[in-house]
């Protein structure tokens, strides 16, 4: 499978952004899909994961404040970005893997797509 992330943007502290993970492939419906962020300096960290068969999980940071959700028809994952803070400043990466039961960690995912920019001024 492909994924291109795409959205990111530069936004003032407390503004939204919506990124999008478009993806390739037969059967989107039954890939896990993750969203991953790297600061600089920083390793890449979990964000939020939408497992093909078991729900959804958040980064302790931005649980209330992001929102992943799927549209398999679209064969695509967003990511609402609300009350944003400098510190979500990184570059935002998706990436999938087939469903699985497993946590969602950086070395468990199989594709990734190149990152999109997200940016919040203070």
């Known amino acids: 499978v492909q994924l291109q992330a795409f959205g990111g943007g530069l936004v003032q502290a407390g503004g939204s952004l919506r990124l999008s993970c478009a993806a390739s492939?037969?059967?989107?419906?039954?890939?896990?899909i993750g969203w991953f962020r790297q600061a600089p300096g920083k390793e890449r960290e979990f964000v939020a994961g939408i497992w093909s068969s078991v729900g959804i999980r958040y980064l302790d940071s931005v649980q209330g404040r992001f929102t992943i959700t799927r549209d398999n028809a679209k064969k695509t994952v967003y990511l609402q970005m609300n009350s944003l803070k400098p510190e979500d400043t990184a570059i935002y990466y998706c990436a999938a893997r087939w469903d699985s039961l497993r946590t969602m960690s950086d070395d468990s995912m199989d594709y990734w797509g190149k990152g999109t920019q997200v940016t919040v001024s203070s």
């Open positions: 492939g037969r059967t989107f419906s039954n890939y896990d």
